[in-house]
């Protein structure tokens, strides 16, 4: 069993920056692809990145492309997810992921584990 803890969400600024971490217990990551996904009121989940198991794969959704990050420390069993320019239309609480299969997948029912979201509030 894999438990996933994300921090560093909050209140920021349209055009400022936050990153989150995605702490894990139970077991390493070091074989698991990640992915950030996030969910504003009234819409469905969306995907904002993936990184495969080595981090030597990313992908990001579209609306962020440019502007958010995904990376990861194996060692310390941790995925980040940097985010630059932030806009108010960015609002949603995110969620980390972790995916037994190391190739990173877009599509939320393709990973096993969930944490329990962080908020980010982007305010214009």
């Known amino acids: 069993q894999v438990q996933l803890v994300e921090s560093g969400g909050g209140l920021v600024q349209a055009g400022g920056s936050l990153r989150l971490s995605c702490a894990a217990s139970?077991?390493?990551?070091?074989?698991?692809?990640m992915g950030w996904f996030r969910q504003a009121p009234g819409k469905e989940r969306e995907f904002v990145g993936g990184?495969?198991?080595?981090?030597?794969?990313?992908s990001y959704g579209d609306s962020v492309k440019g502007r958010f990050t995904i990376s990861r420390d194996n060692a310390k069993n941790t995925v980040y997810l940097q985010m630059d320019s932030l806009k108010p239309e960015d609002t949603a609480v995110y969620y980390c992921a972790a995916r037994r299969v190391g190739s990173l997948a877009q599509y939320s029912t393709g990973y096993d584990y969930w944490g329990q979201g962080t908020q980010v509030t982007v305010s214009s």
């Open positions: 990184i495969a198991w080595s981090g030597g794969s990313t």
């Open positions: 139970g077991r390493t990551l070091r074989s698991y692809a």
